[in-house]
């Protein structure tokens, strides 16, 4: 197992899209290396030739596709009375593409 | 009145025979549901003018002698993760705390269809992590029996609301144990179905290979009432069974005769020496009513809580992802930029303990770690799978404390670690699908409740109630009430 450091936590923060405090960084380094040296016993498992659990119902699975119908939609008025803000209609964000 | 002691069959009589209106049942409860509020915080809405409203249409609908359904006049406590369509869901997170659902979950259209009244959104660990309600971004959840121990979780309050008896059946999610370590810690019964036996729809996303929605009474047989609407297939969830109805409470049993149950001896070896005591005592009365206890090797579940926190953690950054401050949700007014937009409308609004998991998550997803991590772990989840099939071949049901000890106190816990391991002997369930339940078993020295486990094959549900249903009738502790509750409000 590699070392999880800071560097990796940083790592991790700009792909979960989440920005720590310092102090936070600092707490959860050490929670995520002590819950990585727990979950480090798996590797003394022998699952050689195991096959990995991708679905734990076994023998239950169904094709649970439904026909290409147009069903029941929300609305753009429900749908936008949950957004932080919007204008005519639509969801208003930070310009995306830098303005010169 | 008194009624707070009655069961939610009982209320639903009463109703039915015009003893008492629907719109006094509701009334009454929401009453209580407030008062009791207030010392345990044990909800985060209560839903008085809706309520009201729906018990309303009910008593007119009975007066034009229109027909009534299951669970008519009932009042359901609703655990905050799950969708009533109008009202807000928080997740016990600031990121929702203004979030107001679009559309009602399958399981509350269900339980409304049926008549019941809904009639709050109780406290749980944000977005359903955590063992102690602890990690609710609003306030701690007390425990009925022992203000200063936690009520468990992540459903503590949908427990402490029915042991207090604010509400007669509440629902609970369960993703690692959630419904049943709650219901142990505060003395009722809890049950978690079969994965697939209760739609998700509408259920907020933790552990999508782990989730189900189940629930809590104050005895078996209202708890099989529940699942009896709850349980039905639903085309809005993928992974939903596609089985006709179970009729749960056609097959409550009183005696264990003919049943092999099976113990993991060797896997409680650590237990607790009190808890231990409990356990063995309650597995005595099985034999006195006619089990045939015989000892199965469960030693692969030391692994699972590994295997869990590494998939579940996996799941929840895949499902959180969408908190993104964009369509719904708290949005930053700091962020410069969409990239700081997304960053700093999670950091503020998610909780450490939720920040924490994502991060695990989205390490054990990571290129160059998946394999080593994510794929192990679901390597090891076909074993545990394995194991219990096994077990199965040789016993009917498997019995195993819910808890390693009774309800701890808020705050006792700092540590990462020590509060996953609290779930050891819930976990393990959710990795192979299976149907469990808790029910009360008695009580500790400072009176504060203990819990048992059966556990079942898969779509085994009725089988699960029904032997649940024969350990009850060996006992008193349904009718137990914490005595600070145990009173008019």
């Known amino acids: 197992m590699e070392k999880f450091n800071r560097q990796t936590l940083e790592n991790l923060e700009s792909l979960a899209k989440i920005k720590l405090s310092e102090e936070e960084k600092i707490d959860l380094l050490e929670n995520i290396q002590k819950i990585l040296a727990y979950i480090e016993q798996l590797s003394a498992i022998d699952t050689e030739d195991v096959e990995p659990c991708n679905f734990v119902l076994q023998n239950q699975q169904t094709n649970a596709l439904r026909e290409d119908e147009v069903g029941e939609l929300l609305s753009r008025e429900v749908f936008l009375d949950n957004a932080p803000d919007q204008i005519g209609g639509m969801i208003r964000v930070p310009s995306v593409i830098q303005q010169d | 009145m008194d009624l707070y002691t009655l069961s939610a069959t009982e209320i639903r009589n009463a109703f039915l025979k015009g003893e008492l209106s629907a719109q006094q049942i509701t009334s009454y409860f929401l009453n209580r549901a407030e008062k009791t509020h207030k010392t345990l915080g044990s909800f985060l809405s209560i839903l008085s003018e809706r309520a009201l409203q729906k018990a309303k249409e009910l008593d007119e609908k009975r007066s034009q002698n229109q027909k009534l359904g299951s669970l008519a006049a009932i009042p359901i406590a609703i655990k ?43 406290n749980l660990d944000e977005f359903a992590m955590g063992s102690s309600n602890e990690n609710s971004s609003y306030f701690p959840c007390h425990n009925p029996w022992h203000l200063k121990a936690t009520p468990g979780g992540s459903s503590g309050g949908s427990a402490a609301a029915i042991a207090s008896r604010s509400s007669l059946l509440a629902t609970g999610s369960d993703t690692g144990g959630s419904i049943r370590q709650p219901a142990s810690f505060c003395g009722v019964v809890g049950f978690k179905p079969t994965y697939g036996r209760v739609s998700r729809y509408g259920l907020v996303a933790f552990g999508s290979s782990l989730d189900q929605i189940g629930p809590f009474a104050t005895n078996v047989k209202d708890a099989a009432l529940m699942m009896e609407v709850m349980a039905k297939h639903c085309p809005n969830d993928a992974t939903s069974l596609q089985y006709p109805p179970e009729f749960f409470t056609d097959h409550l049993a009183d005696s264990f005769k003919n049943i092999k149950i099976g113990v993991p001896y060797h896997f409680l070896e650590s237990l607790d020496q009190n808890s231990y005591k409990n356990f063995t005592e309650s597995v005595q009365k099985m034999k006195d009513l006619g089990a045939e206890v015989i000892d199965i090797d469960l030693d692969i579940l030391q692994s699972s809580i590994a295997v869990y926190y590494i998939l579940a953690t996996a799941e929840a950054s895949t499902n959180l992802a969408r908190f993104d401050g964009i369509r719904y949700g708290m949005r930053s007014n700091k962020g410069e930029d969409l990239n700081e937009l997304y960053e700093l409308s999670r950091e503020e609004g998610l909780g450490k303990e939720v920040k924490q998991r994502i991060l695990l998550g989205t390490f054990v997803l990571s290129s160059g770690h998946k394999k080593a991590y994510y794929k192990k772990a679901q390597q090891v989840r076909s074993l545990i799978l394995k194991a219990y099939e096994e077990a199965f071949n040789i016993c009917d049901v498997i019995c195993m404390p819910t808890a390693p000890t009774t309800a701890f106190n808020i705050g006792a816990l700092q540590d990462s670690m020590s509060m996953y391991l609290q779930d050891i002997f819930t976990i393990s369930v959710n990795l192979a699908g299976l149907p469990a339940i808790s029910i009360p078993s008695g009580f500790d020295a400072q009176q504060k409740p203990y819990g048992i486990q059966l556990i079942g094959p898969q779509l085994h549900d009725t089988l699960v109630m029904s032997y649940a249903h024969a350990f009850e009738m060996a006992h008193d502790y349904k009718s137990k009430i914490p005595p600070l509750f145990n009173k008019e409000f």
């Not at chain 2, 869901?89 to 399981?107: D, I």
């Open chain 2, 80 to 122: 905050d993760n799950m969708h009533i369509k109008g009202e807000i869901t928080t997740c016990g997170s600031k990121m929702l705390k203004n979030y107001k659902a679009p559309f009602s979950a399958t399981a509350i259209d269900l339980l409304e269809q049926e008549d019941a009244i809904l009639i709050g959104k109780t």
